[in-house]
């Protein structure tokens, strides 16, 4: 299959979206551009064209998508929701739709095993992104949408990205710029006691992303799952317990290069190996946070130059990691940030994608 990429900037927005919606309706694939990374979309609704999508991405079934809507209004159509419930979860969607806050909530019967692995929750966010809404609202049903990678590698923040990862697996990828959060959305499981309206909801914090603890505090007591190994994962989901496993796809290893990443406590941690050719990325490029001029690296790269702001480093995170990851260097060292506000979502991915921590 021979995958086109098509333009939905400025005047060419109209062709895109009545190309991929069309594609949307005949039970096809289309990548499509977020706020935060590409998508891999297809019809919720319909089993088959989800099971493509567990193809293309070769995903283990037991990791389940994200549904993307047109409005706020179309939750109830999707989610089962006590009347206190759907209080807590609008007055959520109030402040942070369309954007980049995805909530887990019980699901209805319409959605398809098949998107929520099984699970009787399904998670569920309206993307800022001018062409996803165009996209969405032409056409009409919800879009299970997961990050337009490979499975466990790098989350793709612009249309070649997406090319790299899945050219001649697709139809189509609509190009609409370099995605400006640059990291996937912040999930939340979103629990209220039906018996106490008094008692402050519960936000259990699935993937810390763009929306940070803080900005979420005022609308509940947000809470950190427990660890879970992926042994003990694999344990549970072997035994098809699928609801006891909160957040499925949280692998240990995930948004990896394939060049080995390594991250450390403190820079002085780092030994490097005899003959082995060393990329850094760095967060600021300055010397005084320990790396820089720690080792005569073949390459750099800075996730925001200067001063630093965490922003601009989650623009760009997954880019330099692509980057880095095509250099040549035999190994990457990445520099973790600071753990407050989005840095906690930064670090999480560096995490993830290195094979030491
Ligand atoms: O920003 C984003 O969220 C992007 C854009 C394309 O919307 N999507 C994305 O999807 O990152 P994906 O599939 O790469 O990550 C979705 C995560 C997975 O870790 C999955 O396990 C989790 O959401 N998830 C989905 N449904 C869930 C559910 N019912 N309960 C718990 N976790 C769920
Ligand atoms: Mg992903």
Known sequence: METEIIYAEDEDAGEAVVKASGLLQNGELVALPTETVYGLGANALDPDAVTKIFEAKERPSFDPLIIHLSRPEQLAEYCELSPRLHEVAHKLIQEFWPGPLTLVLPKKEIIPDIVTSGKNTVAVRMSAHPVMQEVCRAFGYPIAAPSANRFGRISPTTAAAVMAELSGKIPLIVDGGACNNGIESTIIRVEVDENDPEKRPELHLL????????????????????????????????????????????????????????????????????????????????????????????????????????????VRLFHLMRVLDESGADAIVAETVAETGLGVAINDRLRRASINK
């Open 207 to 314: 993937r810390a992303g763009p929306v940070v603890k803080e900005d979420l505090q005022p609308f509940g007591k947000v809470i950190r799952p427990k660890k879970l190994s992926d042994r003990a994962r694999k344990a549970l989901l072997d035994k098809g317990e699928a609801n006891d496993v909160e957040a499925p796809g949280m692998l240990e290893s995930h948004y990896a290069p394939s060049t080995p990443l390594y991250i450390f406590d403190k820079p002085e941690d780092f030994v490097p190996e005899e003959g082995v050719s060393y990329a850094l990325l760095s967060y600021r490029g300055q010397a005084k946070d320990g790396y820089m001029e720690l080792h005569d690296w073949d390459v750099v790269e800075e996730l925001s130059p200067g001063k630093g702001k965490l922003g601009e480093a989650a």
